[in-house]
């Protein structure tokens, strides 16, 4: 047993992992599905979408890698908002509203008019928002009441395969600890209080809390089979997908700092207390998790925002780009790199779902600001590039208020790491230089981490010796920096500005 295997759910894709005990990738496999959105502000995901892929990517790594027996398996995921609501045979009875949901604004309102939010946060180290889980089950249990009447747990994404694949119910401590609202950080279990007085029965909660790196159960012998493993494999707690990110990239100690950016960004830290007041989001870490708080802030579309506008607005470059057999970002890119920095004083406010952290707006909207007929294709990506990493910096502002010292230097993961322009601006708009992973790893990698500390590949002191492999991409150009210094204070100022006209569009919309 030499090897291991990390999974990653993740919103729009799942991706596994076989590892061996130096950290290089034995075999790997994806599948890509898509999230649904019955309505504006809606997103949502049936689970056994999750399932089948994870099955798949298992299956596809066993079948690539003959002969290796792994030693244990570890499985990521997305924060899965309100969690899967499960009968008492843990079937599926709706699906999982996930991070990116907004339909739970009512509630927020009325839990904002009465609850006391300073003893919230400082007994969860969250506040008050759609993105929470706690506002979503709570949509659940007044809009489909006889969904809530036949709900025995409510899992989240990882929980709900470790329960498939060991026949175990249980809930590691970062998706119990982002769900916020019902959890008690400092306890680190379930606020029973905080739960009676939101209206949501304990018992929905499952009892058996674990970290991420314990042991939810052995792999059942009819999975075992079917996947091509060892029966009694042991199968970790597993948790959320930003954290173990953050931790694939090495971080370990207060003050490292990482940004992942995929269809979402969370720009994380870590640190032992949580501080609520400043916008950012607070639960155990996966590695370590009884001493260490994830501390993170995040925008709802990063590269969901490239995405949005290169289908959109960009039909003759893919046509151009499939005719070469190329990416059409390729040739996005290389016009935008002609642009000079700020986009020729075009901006853009990337809140295509909202924005979390640090405004806390479900009816926030995107705007680009500053047009004119000289502007075209080329100044509008290079604007949703920069417009990403200025909300990146406005987060990294947040924990900087929350007193956090940071590393002089910025880890970048996830999709937009394979962007040499974007990791140039995230250098010169956030003033750090730019490292990113070697390999193209990310969460499955901290899963396989956390699986071979498990099995005995990896010590305790030595966790992320020799597996994590970073190289230097971008250092800040003074010029370009200067720029965008001025460039983030316009950005700060435009979502004051802005924000009534975006309710009252917001209320357009919804009508």
């Known amino acids: 047993m030499d090897c291991v295997i990390g999974v990653d759910i993740g919103t729009q894709s799942t991706k596994a992992l076989l590892v061996d005990a130096q950290g290089a990738v034995l075999a790997r496999h994806s599948v890509a599905y898509q999230v649904s959105t019955p309505r504006p502000g809606w997103a949502e995901q049936w689970p056994q979408v999750w399932l089948e892929a994870v099955l798949a990517c298992i299956a596809e790594c066993v079948r690539q890698a003959p002969g290796r027996v792994p030693g244990a398996l570890c499985v990521s995921s997305l924060y899965g908002g309100s969690g899967i609501a499960v009968d008492g045979a843990c079937q599926p009875l709706y699906p999982c ?31 008050i928002d759609s993105y929470y889980g706690f506002t979503k089950m709570l949509w659940l249990k007044e809009q489909q009441p006889e969904v809530w009447a036949r709900t025995r747990w409510l899992l989240p994404p990882n929980s709900y395969v470790n329960w498939v ?17 019902v959890y008690d950080l400092e306890a680190r279990a379930w606020s029973v209080p905080w739960l ?3 209206g949501i029965e304990p018992s929905k909660m499952p009892e058996r809390l674990l970290y991420s790196d314990e042991v939810v159960g052995g792999l059942l012998p009819a999975m075992a089979e079917q996947l091509g493993l060892p029966a009694g494999l042991p199968v970790l707690a597993g948790g959320v997908d930003a954290a173990m990110a953050t931790l694939a990239a090495g971080v370990s100690q207060p003050g490292n700092h990482v940004a992942m950016i995929g269809t979402s960004m969370c720009w994380g830290y870590l640190q032992p207390h949580a501080d609520a007041r400043h916008g950012l989001v607070s639960f155990p870490h996966v590695h370590n998790g009884q001493r260490d708080l994830y501390c993170f802030g995040g925008a709802l ?30 040739l996005l890119e290389a016009a935008a790199a002609h642009i000079p920095a700020g986009s020729d004083g075009v901006l853009f406010l990337p809140y295509l779902m909202g924005e979390r952290s640090p405004i806390w707006d479900a009816s926030a909207s995107a705007a680009f600001i500053g047009l004119s007929l000289a502007h075209g294709k080329a100044h509008f990506y290079r604007a949703v590039l920069e417009g990403v990493s200025l909300a990146l910096r406005h987060n990294m502002q947040a924990g900087q208020h929350a007193g956090q010292t940071l590393d002089p230097f910025l880890i970048v993961v996830g999709g937009a790491a394979h962007s040499d322009l974007w990791m140039q601006i995230i250098a010169d708009v956030t003033g750090l230089p730019v490292r990113t992973l070697v390999d193209d790893v990310e969460a499955a990698h901290g899963a396989a981490l956390l699986a071979a500390r498990h099995a005995g590949l990896v010590s305790a002191e030595g966790l992320e010796r020799g597996w994590v492999h970073l190289r230097e991409r971008a250092q800040p150009e003074p010029r ?32």
């Open 97 to 127: 509203l996930i991070w990116m949901d907004r339909r739970a604004e009512a509630q927020v309102a009325r839990l904002q008019a009465e609850l006391d939010l300073p003893a919230l946060q400082a007994a969860t180290g969250n506040g």
């Open 165 to 181: 694949l060991t026949g175990e119910v249980a809930v590691d401590h970062s998706s119990a600890g982002n769900i916020g609202g």
């Open 196 to 198: 009676e007085r939101l």
């Open 301 to 330: 579309t990063a590269g969901a925002s490239v995405s949005w506008y290169r289908q959109g607005f960009c039909q003759a470059e893919i046509d151009a780009a499939a005719a070469r057999g190329e990416d059409p970002h390729q």
């Open 480 to 511: 370009a920096q200067a720029r965008y210094q001025r460039l983030f204070a316009q950005y700060v100022q435009l979502y004051p500005l802005l924000k009534p006209a975006m309710h009252s569009l917001r209320g357009l919309r919804d009508e």
